[in-house]
């Protein structure tokens, strides 16, 4: 009896370790299965010879054999017979690659995270569905779908990646899915429109309403408008000042008479400053060697792995384009074919409005618009949570579109948004921006260029244009709203029709430029026109982008003979303009008058690192020293300048700083402003003591981090740029590149973004391109083409890029030739 009791025990024990190992708990993956030989992480390591050199392919649903040949990056290029087959193929090798990564982020933006992972991710999806990206997603869906050719391409797109997902294993699943412990479901189109939803809210999701009305409360209309000017001091904005207008102008809606009035109530409210941002230019044949122009596009984003862009070559009669696509969405997003090359920077216009609504009562069906009251659209959205209840949350639609928080809460981030204030958002409007890069992937001309523009929605982009026919060009492009003057820059009166977006700026009323007599067009997000633009656009395009635009302007207007080199080597100028305008003034401030504050000692720190200033070529290089002491030292001084003023703690409001421009104004113009002295203290603080106290902190904090100046100080060390995987799983990222640049820099690498995508494109008879992103074609951590392409990237040289103009054209650098067939 005791023998079958043990041999029960035994089998219980052995029951619920077979059961633990095999089941995800919370946070800790299935190590059972994770860790098995003949299904875990292990079967997804690849041989070092890579993909196989021949092999075809049986795949249900092609309508004629597709030709794939792959090159040493790994880079597959498509040969099909048609459309349908071209997107399918696409789909299929992409999933190949990136399955998970696609997944994940249509997850993300579609409000999902919580099924996979547990309530840990309740409140990010409940944020995404709040915040519209699904709504406005099937708005985008059903414009995709009414279109014949974009519906064959979603469907063709979808129909591959699930015959990749049907190939898949329990032993063949991408790593992270194991790790998670779930398994892919099929693609549907939606998902598609859902990434690149996920990508507006990226690039446009943000707003500086609430800050600006609480600002406005404290201080006044006269005291906004000397610190926030609607155009800054300092501008080179994208379109030349004095472009002629090719259009006559539509009437600009009345701004309303209680415009300065319409304030939220004082809602605290904080946003990152984000160091998103990109560069692209673009030199006439005047400019360059060859008599063509030459064109580049670093679009800077978040740096992970896998990597944001995947590179693909796609070939069907019409088309034959090369460039990267995003994981997820079909298409060449940036790139070029034998006639035309293009590249987009983000527009930082003023698309997203945030008004203040009056309910009829605490109920909230009803609300006060027009002198009427009317219906509150209520959503119930079922929100899955992994091994918990499904949760029901409703969200409440006005005319504007979702009110994103309807009661006071702890938002998903912090002040993000207001209570009771419904959005406005350009991303939630109807577009077919599918149809906008089929066509610019076929594009031939300038006339092609434009056309293709004209469908284009959300999120604005800079789109710069170079073609054979040695035409360049670039346009703000997007669906912009017609308003008033700063409607939009406070936040709205949600009762008055008034305050509502009126209709839209015609596409081709959009900022624009072509074949300009400097002979170069660039973008890097700064102002997209100058005041002599008719249309309101927005008041403020970010920190940073002047200096951007400032160097890249100054740079293009020197070059000659320009070659692609000369536009890499641009791509990676470390130069500031902020430092090489500020610094002579800061230590003309630092060695100043004491004025009852300490004065730089002779031998002590403060003056070592003033003497490796005064050496200092502005050059953010990753082993120079000035860098990691200007950084903190400016960063300081900021915070000195305003945090008394409009900081939280401060003043119980979250306000933004002014501009980096209007800073500027202040250290270079007014030494004796108001704003200097911190009213927190009895004395009144003077500039020098600002900028002694800003430089003992930068001194300080360097010290106790690194021990005396000398090589750690080096920029590479105290910026510390690191890829990381996007789970930030330890051991799959790579930490502290030993590389320079800066947030405000032509190569804006900071910590943790940069530039994504490299490309360079020499237009001529025979076009030649190059490009690099950082990381490497595979999304799988086992393989070799994981992060094959970090290195060059890092150093700052690009790869040149296979473009076969046809599928038999022989090359040495293809290693594998794959047959698609059904």
């Not at 040493?72 to 017979?81: N, S, T």
Request: proline share 9%; glycine share 8%; with cysteine.
């Amino acid at each position: 009896m005791l023998r079958w009791i043990k041999a029960l025990l035994a089998l219980g024990l052995a029951v619920a370790l077979t059961w633990g190992l095999n089941t995800k708990h919370g946070d800790v993956p299935p190590f059972g299965k994770l860790l098995s030989p003949f299904r875990g992480f292990w079967q997804n390591g690849e041989t070092a010879g890579g993909l196989p050199a021949q092999q075809t392919l049986r795949l249900p649903g092609l309508q004629r054999p597709v030709q794939v040949r792959f090159d040493d990056k790994r880079v597959p290029h498509v040969f099909a017979q048609n459309d349908h087959d071209l997107y399918y193929a696409q789909g299929y090798l992409t999933a190949q690659d990136r399955l998970w990564q696609m997944d994940f982020i249509a997850h993300v933006a579609g409000g999902r995270l919580a099924e996979i992972v547990g309530p840990a991710r309740l409140e990010t999806d409940r944020f995404f569905r709040r915040m519209g990206l699904p709504f406005g997603a099937q708005k985008s869906l059903a414009a995709a779908l009414a279109d014949p050719v974009t519906r064959t391409v979603l469907t063709s797109y979808a129909d591959g990646v699930n015959a990749y997902i049907g190939t898949l294993t329990p032993a063949t699943l991408p790593f992270e899915y194991k790790l998670l412990d779930y398994t892919p479901e099929p693609w549907v189109p939606l998902k598609s429109c859902l990434i690149l939803k996920y990508m507006a809210f990226d690039l446009s999701g943000r707003s500086d309403d609430l800050r600006m009305s609480n600002a406005l409360a404290r201080y006044g209309p006269a005291v906004v408008k000397d610190l926030f000017p609607d155009y800054p001091v300092q501008e080179e904005p994208v379109v030349p000042v004095g472009t002629p207008l090719d259009f006559t102008p539509l009437p600009v809606p009345a701004t309303p008479p209680g415009f300065a009035a319409a304030l939220s109530g004082q809602v605290p409210q904080h946003e990152p400053d984000p160091e998103l941002g990109s560069n692209n230019f673009a030199v006439s044949g005047a400019k360059s060697a060859t008599g063509f122009p030459l064109l580049a596009n670093d679009p800077h984003l978040q740096l992970n792995l896998p990597s944001i862009w995947y590179q693909v070559q796609l070939a069907a009669p019409g088309v034959n384009v090369y460039g990267v696509s995003i994981p997820g969405a079909p298409f060449a997003i940036i790139g070029f074919n034998e006639r035309v090359a293009w590249g987009v920077t983000n527009v930082a216009a003023d698309v997203l409005d945030w008004y203040q609504i009056k309910f009829r009562d605490g109920t909230r069906r009803e609300y006060w618009h027009a002198g009427r009251w009317k219906p509150v659209r209520r959503v119930v959205e079922r929100i899955r949570v992994r091994g918990r209840p499904d949760r029901l949350d409703t969200v409440l639609y006005t005319h504007h579109g979702p009110i994103v928080y309807d009661k006071p809460e702890k938002p998903f981030l912090p002040g993000q948004v207001p209570v009771a204030h419904a959005m406005r958002w350009t991303a939630h409007d109807a577009a077919n921006e599918f149809q906008a890069f089929y066509r610019l992937n076929r594009a031939r001309n300038y006339p092609d260029y434009t056309a293709a523009l004209s469908t284009y929605g959300s999120p604005a982009q800079n789109f710069i244009f170079a073609s054979a026919d040695k035409d360049i060009a670039l346009w703000p492009n997007g669906r912009f709203p017609l308003k008033w003057r700063d409607q939009g820059k406070f936040i709205l009166d949600g009762t008055d029709p008034a305050y509502d977006w009126q209709g839209w700026i015609p596409a081709a009323q959009n900022p624009h430029v072509k074949n300009p007599p400097r002979q170069f067009v660039a973008s890097s997000n700064q102002f997209s026109a100058g005041p002599d633009y008719p249309y309101y656009l927005n008041w403020d395009y970010g920190n940073g982008s002047y200096d951007r635009a400032h160097r890249i302007g100054e740079r293009l207007a020197r070059m000659t003979q320009a070659t692609p080199d000369s536009l890499r080597m641009l791509q990676n100028d470390n130069l500031s303009v902020t430092a090489q305008q500020l610094l002579p003034r800061l230590l003309a401030l630092a060695a100043g008058p004491a004025n009852g504050d300490t004065l730089v000692a002779a031998a002590g720190p403060e003056a070592r690192a003033l003497a490796e200033m005064r050496r200092w070529n502005y050059m953010y290089d990753a082993d120079a020293l000035a860098p990691s002491v200007f950084d903190l030292w400016f960063a300081n001084l900021v915070q000195r300048i305003w945090n008394d003023d409009f900081g939280l703690q401060a003043t119980g409001l979250e306000m933004r700083f002014p501009a980096r421009d209007r800073t500027k104004t202040l250290l270079l113009r007014e030494p004796n402003s108001p704003w200097v002295d911190d009213r927190r203290t009895p004395l009144r603080e003077t500039l020098p003591q600002l900028v002694r106290r800003s430089l003992r902190f930068a001194t300080d904090s360097l010290t106790r981090k690194y021990g005396p100046l000398g090589p750690r100080w080096a920029w590479k060390n105290q910026k510390s740029t690191d890829v990381l995987h996007m789970l930030q799983l330890p051991g799959f990222g790579h930490l502290d590149l030993d590389c320079g640049g800066g947030a405000g820099i032509v190569n804006a690498t900071t910590n943790r973004t940069g530039p994504s995508w490299r490309m360079v494109v020499a237009l001529g008879p025979q076009v030649r391109a190059y490009g690099v992103f950082p990381g490497g074609q595979s999304g799988n951590p086992g393989s070799a083409a994981y992060d094959d392409m970090l290195e060059t990237w890092r150093v700052g040289q690009l790869n040149e890029l296979v473009f076969l103009r046809s599928a038999g054209e022989a090359h040495p650098r293809v290693r594998a030739t794959w047959t698609l067939a059904n």
